[in-house]
């Protein structure tokens, strides 16, 4: 019997991290277009003035690997991802209060 090895290749980016446009969808392997719509969407934001300028958190990049999933593995559109993280967010935020809570007890 055989055993196959995986070779894991992946980028650790942290809030202090900026990706330009161009490298965000690099890393993503989308159209930049298609992060745009996804800043009108507001399900991300960027830093900056305008197109040029624009700058993403490392948060940016993992939101926009969940709206990939989202799209591929459960057919949502874009409002419907907006939707989705945001109460995925308000999920964490929760689970960190009673966290707090149960630690105070």
Do not use: K, Y
Not at 19 to 39: D, K, Y
Not at 41 to 59: A, K, N, T, Y
Not at 83 to 90: K, Q, V
């Amino acid at each position: 019997m055989r055993r196959e090895e995986e070779i894991l290749v992946g980028l650790l980016l942290d809030e202090e991290c900026l990706l330009t446009l161009g490298e965000l969808s690099r890393a993503c392997r989308v159209h930049a277009e298609w992060i745009v719509e996804l800043v009108e969407q507001g399900i991300i934001e960027p830093r900056g003035d305008d197109l040029r300028h624009w700058r993403f958190s490392g948060s940016s990049l993992g939101r926009v690997m969940r709206v990939q999933r989202l799209q591929h593995d459960l057919g949502v559109n874009l409002a419907g991802a907006a939707l989705a993280l945001d109460l995925l967010d308000e999920i964490r935020t929760l689970r960190n209060r009673l966290s707090i809570i149960d630690r105070d007890l």
